[in-house]
């Protein structure tokens, strides 16, 4: 049900939002104006000035934590994605040590992860639908991989390392 309020673009998305807003309120209002008929109008007119202030402040209150837990929820998973983003560069700089085969080997196998990730990873999650994996057989194959390599120099042997610890961070 909520998939197509999220799948809108953002200006239908708050039009969407406003009107369900104005909705509500014209509801509320229109419930009001039929209780508030013959001698209950006096109670509602002496009770409805004085809770108006403490009403806005707790729904102002309400907006502003809402939007700050959004906003953190953001902030973390570009954080995530910015990380990911950063080992999975590391690994193509670094592979470059090793040329020829194994670095065309683990630039596909990288490129390889990086495709499951956007298009089978990446909308399962915003489905609610993605099943958590430990190792995506891409990077784990990466990994294999990259310990499988006898590195023949001291230079070597530092982009190996370095290609294991950016594969465990991805």
Known sequence: MRDWLHNLPIAWMTLAAFAATYLLAAVIFA?????ARG???????????????????LFGLFVAFTASQ???DIDR???????????L?????????????PEAHMRNLISRYIREAATEEWPAMARRT??????PPALAEALQLT????????????????????????
Request: aromatic fraction near 4%.
């Open 31 to 35: 419930v009001l104006n039929l209780l």
């Open 89 to 101: 560069g590391a690994i193509e700089i670094l592979a470059t040590a090793f040329p020829g085969g």
């Open 39 to 57: 001698e209950r109008a006096r109670v509602f007119k002496s009770i409805s000035p004085g809770m108006l202030p403490p009403l806005g402040i």
């Open 130 to 135: 993605g099943t958590l994996k430990i190792t």
């Open 147 to 170: 310990l499988s390599l006898s590195p023949q120099n001291q230079g070597q042997e530092t982009a190996q390392r370095q290609i294991a610890t950016a594969l465990e961070n991805a």
């Open 70 to 72: 959004v906003w953190s």
């Open 77 to 87: 998973a570009n954080a995530a994605v910015n990380r990911e983003a950063g080992a």
